[in-house]
Structure formats: C-alpha cells, structure tokens
C-alpha cells in the first residue's frame, strides 16, 4: 500500500464540487456536444485536420513563453514520497497553442506545409477561477504554420472562420477588436524608444492600471518624457474601420519601415473583412495580446452584449513560436475559442436550450405479455434505420414506462402487439395522438 | 518567477516523444475521430448520452477501489516548493467509472433513472508502458445505474452495443468471455470457505503463476486443502455456450442459493446472446476481473486473431459502487472499450487506412492574375453546398499548387476563371479529367 497518509474525507466532501472545475449536466453536454460538432465541421470546411496531442508537457516546454508559470499543474505520482525533492518535470497544458507548436516542430518531416490544424481539447490552468475563468476548460484552436511565409490570406480567413463558428453555435452578436505589433513596434521604434517590447507590456495595462499609471511605469522603467507618452497614448486611442485609422496614424507623424509594413497588413485585413460582416470588426490599437510570440495581426473578440466579460476569442500571428524549438523559421497564425467561457455564459443568460435529456426519439414499450424477443426486435428495427431508440428494460405498469419517457422528454411512444402477428401502433408525446405504424417503414412526419 | 529550478532540456530533448503519452499523426487522428464518431453513434441510437466529468478527482475517491494507488498521477502546482510535505490532494482519474459513479451521486436529484451514460474521454495510469499499455489512453463506457434493480435486459444490451460498436469500426473478429462472479462466490461458499472475494482475488492470478503457484497461495493464504482446491480448478476449467456449462457446474455437485441465481441469470444472457452472435460470446469461468467492485456478470474482449495481446473491453456488473458514495443501493452495469489499445494494434498490423492527411475535397485554385474575391467567391460558394474546399492561399505557380493538393490527397482541383464572366473547371486528381462546371451546381458524381 501507499505510503501516502490519507486525507479521509468525509461522504458529503468527497462529493463536493471542486472549484474551477465546472462539470455540466448531460442535458447542457448535449448542447456542448452539438456545439463542437458544428465547430469542427465549419474548421473542417476549410480543410483544418485535427490534432490530439497529449496533455502533458515537460515543464521546460511550457515556460518557453513566461509569464505562466504560476498556472501550471505539475505532474507527480501517489507513490513518490511526498518530501523528495525530486523536481516537478511534467506539466499539464495551458493552452492548446504552445503543444500544437512542440508537435509541429516533432513531426516535421511527416506533415504537408502550409500544415492546417483543428483541436478542440481542454486545458488546465491552476489560477484562482472567477467569472468566465476556469482551472479546467474546454478550447477550440485553428492554426496554419509554414516553413514560408504564411500570406496575409490566412489574416483574413482565420478571423472569418472564428465568426462562422461563433453564428453556428449561435454565440449572438460578437465583436472583434484588431491590430498589428508591427505598428505598435514600428510606431514606437519611430520615435526611438529602446525597449519596444517592454513598452508593448506596459501599455497593455491601460484597460487595469489606467492612462495615469501606465504613464509613471514607462517614466519610471523606460525614463520616456511626457511628449513620447503622450504620442503613444495617441496611438492607443485611435480606432475604426480600416482606412480611416491608416490616415489618423499617419498624421501622428511618426515614420518606419515596421510600422509602414504594419499599415500595409491592417489595411488589407480590414479591407477583405469588410466584405464578411462590416459590423464585426474594427481597428484597435489599444489591443496587444499579453503574449509576447505575437509578431502582426492580433485579435480579441467579445460578447457585442456583455462587453465587461472576457474576451472569448483570441489569437494571432506568431513568427518565432514553432521555429524556435528546431531553429528556423517557421511562422503560424492561428485563434483560439473559448468555448467554456461562451458556454458558461450563455448558460448563466438563459440562451441555451436545455431540454433534451437524452438523445432518444423512440421508446419501445415493453407491454405487458409482450414477448421479450418482439420488443427487442422492434426497437432494433428501428435503430436499423437511423432512429435512436431505448427498448424500455423490463415488463412493467405502463405508467412508469410513461414516466420515464417524459422525465427525458423522448417524443415518440412505440406500443409493439403482445403477439407476433398483431399491430404496432406509435404515439406522439406532444399531440398524444396514436396510430398504427409498421417499424419498417414509420416515418416522424406521418405519425403527426 | 518561480523558485523551480528549471531542467534545461536542450532542443532535442524538448521534441522527444514521452514514454506512454502516444501522440497521432494527422492522417491516423482522422481516423480515430471517425472511430469515436461511429462509437458515439450507435451509443446514442441506444438512448445512452453523453457526459465528461472532469479529469480530475480527490485523491480519497480514487483510493476508494483498492489496489490502484501504484498508478495514480497527483496534481501539483509549479510555484508549490518541492520540500514542502503538502500531501497531493487531487489526481488524475485512471478509469472512466469511478468518476461517473462519483458525477452521479453528486447529481442524484437531478438525473433522470435508470441513468444511461457514454464517456469517450482519456484517462491516465503512471504504470510501466508496454504492448498495448499507455499512461494516457482513450477509452469509450456506457454504464447503466439505477436507483432500484438493474433489469438482466442490460446484462445483455451493453454486451450487444459493445461487439456492434467494435463492428463499425471494423476491428475484425473479437471474442467475449463471460462469467458472473455469484456462481464463483456461490461455488465457493458451497465449498465452505469463508473468504471468497479473496479467493477470487488469488484465483484470478491462474494466468500469470499457473494452477501449482495458485495452488501454494490457497493452502498457505486460506489454509485450504487439496479437495478443496481441485474442486476449485474443476470449476475454472468448464468453458462453453450456456446450457452445457450450467450441466457441467451441477454436475460437480456443490450447493447454494447464490449459486443458482447466478446460473440462473448467466442462462438468460447466453441465450440471448447467442441470437446476436453465436460465435462471438462464450461463457469462461476462469476469468472474474480483478477489481472487487464487480458482483455479477463480467465481460473480457479480446481479438479473435490475436488472442494473446491484452483485453480490449471489459466491465461488468456492481452492486455497489456507486451507491457507495451515498450509503444507498444504487446498482449498476457497465462496458469500457479500450480504444487506444484498438487502435494501436490495428496501426501496428496495417489494418487502418491512413491515406486522408486532410478533411478537404476540393482545392480552389488561385489562378495567375484571377482577383482574390473571384477565387474566394468561389471556394465559399462551394463550402456553403456542404463541401470541405481549401482555397490555396496565394498567386503561386501552378505546379506548387497541385503538388500541394497531392501531398495532401485532395481528390478535386476546381481551377476559377481569371474574370468574373470566365469558366470554371474541375479536374479528378486520379482521372485527370478536366472539364466546364458550375459552382453553383456541380456534383462530384459528373465530374468523373
């Protein structure tokens, strides 16, 4: 036995739902299931494939990109003993993005570039859960890495992929905030600052610390004067539909070849994405993503109506993530979906539909006297064409059977004869209608 | 930044594969979400729906099952420190039915009974990998539990599911021993002995150290003698198809009531059985699966064609497990197949087809000098009939292109007109006939 002392909870603990952990009812998995079934196939309408990779990671892999390291889960076993001093060297994955990264960079030589990929998987992060964050949460990615240059094409596809996703799981109106780091890095260097991606990380503490605070970090850690501050709260404050943004920027008269490069970018982008749904997308340029792999257009989508809750989509283009594991260079871009959070949400508004209990259509009675073999197979005839059907499991008072049929909402009721050469009759839950019907070859609309 | 020493794995380190962790390739991933598709189906056309707990559990419900403890991963944090003695609280769920027992007595009041469920999840066991054995691995459960007498009518249907979900994935001839451990606690207690689950236990070992090494056990453990033990063998050895086993146990003349019911229920599951699949199931009372939660019928699956690599389903019948949780008698029964260990034996004898690397169909060609809201329009247009249409992504020449769509098996190549008022043509990749057709109306059928 283990040398583990146990915790001895009691019952009612070890019941206990554990924080960050959400788990749904089968009638809200149902809609969760429904959800990614129409996710992957709108990703695999664009010829996305999917991935698994493992959920673990060794610890070196997951602190590649910094700032996370409080939120890993380490990996240990029950029965090392807990004061070794064996070090932590597995990790649970934190995002889906850094795994897709290390698995590309592994099977190099056996995947087609530009390599298109789908993964819907969960991801673990140990910090404090609150509205809309979870330590264990489900997330959907689309990525494209090349060992070239990946167009601007898959800047404007991606985003459009992320909104049919969001309208078929019917998310409601949402709405996408875009940039480019390369104007923020071009627009800074232009005005000669150093550090250009220190400041990125300041100034994205605006939306927490304010215009004030930020101003007396980048005094403070970057000695900028009051003039170059307020050029870049300038810059932060711009935002609109494409165009229009391009000439505020270029009045700023700031000037270099990144940020020109930026401008090109986010004019195309924001041209091509006018066309899908001019209401969906504007320029921001407050936006930066945390993450310090982005490297051109950044997005970050919310709830157009629950603007105050956390975005719910984000991504971006990255030139150094996957490269950096086999020293080259092999540039991505890709989003993710928070499906958990969406979901939490959605929920928590009275959005979801959560009637169904089950998947079945069809419960077949198991009428009293009936032959057992004549119950089984009018139920597998029916299952034989498509219709999802319980055989109700024992020879019992009709009322229960009834019951049962309603406390899962199934919607149609299949009386079989108590004898071989009598008659099927099938009744509607709903209109409670009944009428004969012959296993083989009832059909829903006919019985109605 | 945390205290954690970092282990500085270089480059090579990083990408190696983890031992246990397996990890597909795109092309065997597309084959595996099919299997689940396929699985979940038929699942569902039995009125079982889906839950997914989370992965994790206090470590108390997973000691709960006995002799486990051995493979459980325990979840840290990477900022805890290493010396500290903080003993693991949560870890991994090594199987798919102890989080769903727990799940179901945590949500008693709102579950409908008796509760049907599938699970298609992975799972995680720190034990040594070998053939057919993983540390991360996918199995796929149905369960029933229910708040009264589980009906024998599921002894029989979760073995039927079982051998039809492995038929539509094609896993070849497999072969379903059964037993049902009240004839083997019902045999020994008519052989007086007193500890019988204990006898089970040791029994069980037959296969690894062989009848003298069981032999040693009983006489030194239970202090049994040589009768007895013959008697005990006698038993083991009776294999066949209903009827003939149940003569043969009461041939050997021993008595009791839990004896009898268990012959009584093992003789409705054979003969139902054998209307489903004569060849597929036979009765074996030598195996009674090792965990002690099991109380009546048990199952164990192999490969008909390769009897000696590990199970590939197994489950059984409990009285108990759930229950358990909240000192209620909550019975129930259930079937895991392991999918993993399916799929890589499958790989490993070329069985599975792994010619898609993508979900696409059609490439839309970008055609020199044809504007890129032609094309676009084009793959969309097709994408909205229901087809998997990969846009290539830049004005590239033509021969990169259609190497593009080779590499990736694209069966069609739909070349867009360089204006708008031009014509579209299609090509079969296999064929190569080309000719006019209509985005609008095209059906692969003609274009052959």
Known sequence: MSPFKKPSLTAKEKLRPISGFPELLPEERRVEVDWIDQIRTIFESYGFTSIEPRIVEPIDVLLKQGDTDKEIYTLGRLLDTPNSDKEPTFGLHYDLTIPMARYVAANMGKLDFPFKRYQIQKAWRGERPQDGRFREFMQCDIDVVDTREVPLHFDVEIPAIMNQALASINAGP????????????????????????????????????????????????????????????????????????????????????????????????????????????????????????YTGTVYETRFAEYPAYPSICGGGRYDNLVGDFVSKRLPGIGISIGLSRIFTKLLKEKRINTDKKSPTEILVIHSRGAPYRLVNKTAQTLRQRGFNVEQYHEDRK???????????????????????????????????EQQPADPATWMPGKGK
């Open 398 to 432: 009709l009322n229960a059977q009834l019951k049962y049929a309603e406390g899962k909402g199934i919607p149609w009721i299949w009386f079989p004869p108590v004898n071989v050469d009598g008659e099927h009759q099938v009744k509607n839950s709903v209109s409670r």
């Open 174 to 293: 949402v709405f996408t905030k875009i940039n480019n780091r390369k104007i923020l890095e071009g627009y800074y260097s232009g005005l000669d600052m150093g550090n250009t991606s220190e400041a990125i990380r300041l100034i994205d503490k605006v939306d927490k610390i304010g215009f004030d605070g930020v101003a007396d970090l980048l005094k403070a850690e970057l000695e900028l004067n009051n003039k170059t501050i307020d050029k870049i709260f300038q810059l932060t404050q711009i935002h609109g539909s494409g165009q229009q943004v391009v000439d505020q920027i270029q009045n700023l008269g700031v000037h270099s070849e990144l940020l020109d490069q930026g401008l090109t970018e986010l004019t195309f982008v924001m041209q091509e994405l006018e066309h899908i749904d001019k209401q969906a997308f504007a320029v921001d340029l407050s936006i930066a993503r945390g993450l310090a792999y």
